[in-house]
């Protein structure tokens, strides 16, 4: 079954204490990205991957990393969280094949950080 | 100015309304337009890409106004399971891609 998934599906931790959030996608797409969703803002972006070793920053990358060390998987790393980091967050990956882009999300990762 | 607004709404209707929704751009060179949907605490899926010469799928109804720079959403006959968020989403160059903030649409019986 194609698909995206995250891990953890929530998380609720303390200001400073580095975490990872996982990502991976079976479907061989060359692009993947992150993004937060919070009321009235939306989804945006934080930072996305053209393909293997290629990241880049998305609207809103401060507190966060990531690493595209393979094709299947991009993970979200926040180094020392900060309560305004708390928030609804989905990975997603697309096939840039043929010009249109259809995202494919995972079922996201709520956290916490207080 | 965001670069994608819609009407947060929520837009109420009965079962069986019309109901439409617009979302209009800020950049001219915006090169592919979708709309997705949302269901609460969900992630978001691919309802309908958009194109120049409109698209319908069942239901659903969407077109793309380069001039005017939005796209809009027309939902026929709609059902109780039509009630979710919806997005539209924008994208320019291959790698900015742009969400509006979502329209939230409730049926009602």
């Known amino acids: 079954e194609a698909q995206v998934t995250q891990n953890p599906r929530y998380l609720i931790t303390v200001t400073g204490k580095k975490l990872t959030v996982t990502c991976s996608q079976n479907m061989n797409h060359e692009y993947m990205s992150w993004y937060r969703q919070d009321p009235g803002l939306g989804l945006r972006q934080i930072y996305y991957?053209?393909?293997?070793?290629?990241?880049d920053k998305g609207d809103v990358p401060e507190g966060y990393k990531v690493s595209r060390k393979e094709k299947r998987n991009f993970p979200l790393i926040l180094e020392s969280p900060s309560p305004n980091q708390t928030s609804l967050y989905f990975c997603a990956s697309s096939s840039l094949v043929g010009g249109q882009e259809t995202q494919y999300f995972g079922p996201g990762t709520r956290l916490l950080v207080l | 100015r965001k670069e994608v607004e819609q009407d947060p709404g929520p837009f109420n209707v009965p079962e069986g309304a019309t109901v439409a929704f617009n979302c209009t751009y800020s950049?001219?060179?915006?090169?592919?337009f979708f709309w997705y949907r949302q269901d609460c605490r969900k992630e978001p899926k691919l309802l309908m890409s958009?194109?120049?010469s409109g698209n319908e799928d069942g239901r659903f109804t969407a077109q793309l106004n380069r001039a005017s720079q939005y796209i809009s959403l027309l939902i026929r006959d709609s059902k109780l399971s039509d009630s979710a968020t919806y997005l539209c989403?924008?994208?320019?160059?291959?790698?900015?891609?742009?969400f509006g903030s979502g329209t939230r649409l409730s049926i009602r019986p």
């Open positions: 950049n001219s060179a915006s090169q592919s």
């Open positions: 989403v924008v994208i320019y160059a291959a790698s900015k891609i742009i």
């Open positions: 958009v194109y120049s």
């Open positions: 991957s053209m393909n293997v070793e290629v990241t």
